[in-house]
């Protein structure tokens, strides 16, 4: 069976940066509902329309078909004490949106000086290039929940509501 909308895949992946850093190492493997419901990156979703399984491709994806460029004016530095005692760097937080609770982004703790605390609303990998080594290991038809609900179930999916 091709990949095609409305299909099941199941790869087994390996991600890399440009240098050759494992970013993700696949160890367990991906399942995703194809044809446009934002299981995985769009321009990966599609190099793989058409392919069968067993195929194998290498697709390199620039940072605005993965995490988005970085963007310095997400990176911001706030007074040590509009936080908790225990903060740490590495540390993530929520923070809603001025006006809109829906705008809530993760942030990262990235420095901590002088009383101030830097923190920085990137994705980790913003700006960077991935490259995603894959094998197609099953093609399915996706089942009549699995398209009501826009994404897969079972093992490797999504099993609650």
């Known amino acids: 069976m091709q990949i095609a909308k409305d299909t099941v895949v199941t790869l087994n992946y390996q991600v890399t940066d440009p240098d050759g850093n494992i970013i993700d190492d696949g160890k367990n493997p991906l399942v995703y509902l194809h044809g446009g ?16 399984a067993g195929d194998k491709l290498s697709v390199k994806l620039q940072p605005e078909d993965a995490f988005g ?3 310095a004016e997400l990176v911001r530095v ?17 923070r809603g949106g001025e006006d ?21 609303g990137n994705h980790p ?27 897969v179930h ?8």
């Open 100 to 120: 809109d609770d829906s705008d809530e982004m993760l942030y990262t703790i990235t420095d901590i000086a002088d009383g101030k605390v830097v923190v920085d």
């Open 78 to 94: 706030e007074p040590i004490n509009l936080f908790p005692e225990n903060i740490e760097v590495g540390m993530q937080f929520e």
């Open 154 to 161: 079972g093992p490797g999916g999504h099993h609650h509501h």
């Open 37 to 52: 419901y934002d299981g995985i990156f769009s321009r990966l979703e599609e190099e793989l329309q058409g392919k069968n």
């Open 125 to 151: 990998l913003a700006g960077v290039s991935l490259i995603f080594d894959v094998t197609i290991a099953e093609v399915r038809a996706a089942t009549r929940e699995e398209l009501t609900h826009g994404h």
């Open 69 to 71: 460029d970085y963007d």
